[in-house]
């Protein structure tokens, strides 16, 4: 099956730096990939939509300038979080969608774990 | 407003029993709706996919239900092992290839 990687799979980083998180669809090509955040016994919210070569789509309270999305390759899109601070301590995970897949099947990553001191 | 209602509380059965979750949903009309796994501590994998139009779909020991109707999905593990122990997530498509995720719900399989 299709394959997505996400890297790295766990940060720990200082209040105030920034964190690149990458997610890469290994064998399959996705105009569109989905960025998520779960905490911990809760569901997987949707933060914003990633499409490549335009700008990305953010969901309702979630800003984008906290949150910076780029999708400069059919392969890769990239989810910076800028000024990190504790609250934004959570498991993110992209997720894909094949150009060929059937109707609706995402595959998702691994996750990143993102710890903020 | 929308929301996916699955039960929060753990699921515990026997191996061997056939494991039923469900997933409510109230306010939407959505095309299809989905049901994945998620292990801890990693991304959830896609199970199986059932449109609207579908009452039932299979695929190995899985069986998802869909109930327009009643606004309710039902997702049945038969023959249940311990290796089936995970949660269960069911999800709910909305425009763009969005989906919507419910809460999900925690099954444990039992020796």
């Known amino acids: 099956g299709a394959v997505v990687s996400q890297h790295p799979s766990r940060v720990i980083c200082k209040s105030g730096t920034s964190v690149k998180i990458e997610c890469r669809s290994l064998d399959f090509q996705a105009t569109t990939m989905f960025w998520y955040r779960q905490f911990p016994k809760q569901s997987l919210m949707l933060m914003a939509t990633s499409n490549e070569g335009s700008k990305a789509t953010y969901e309702q309270g979630v800003e984008k300038d906290k949150f910076l999305i780029n999708h400069a390759s059919l392969t890769l899109s990239t989810l910076t979080v800028t000024s990190a601070h504790p609250e934004d301590s959570s498991f993110y995970i992209c997720s894909a969608k094949s150009l060929a897949g059937g109707a609706g099947e995402l595959f998702f990553g691994e996750g990143s774990r993102l710890t903020v001191l | 407003s929308q929301k996916i209602e699955q039960n929060s509380e753990a699921l515990n059965i026997q191996e061997g029993k056939t494991a039923t979750l469900t997933c409510n949903y109230t306010n939407y009309s959505p095309a299809y709706l989905q049901w994945y796994r998620q292990d801890p501590g990693r991304g959830p994998v896609f199970l199986l996919l059932?449109?609207?139009?579908?009452k039932e779909k299979r695929k190995e020991r899985l069986k998802v239900t869909f109930d327009t109707t009643l606004k309710q999905s039902l997702f049945h593990i038969t023959a249940s092992q311990p290796a089936d122990s995970a949660t269960y997530l069911c999800a709910l498509a909305g425009g763009g290839n969005k989906l919507t995720f419910g809460t999900g719900t925690q099954l444990k399989v039992e020796l």
């Open positions: 059932i449109r609207e139009n579908e």
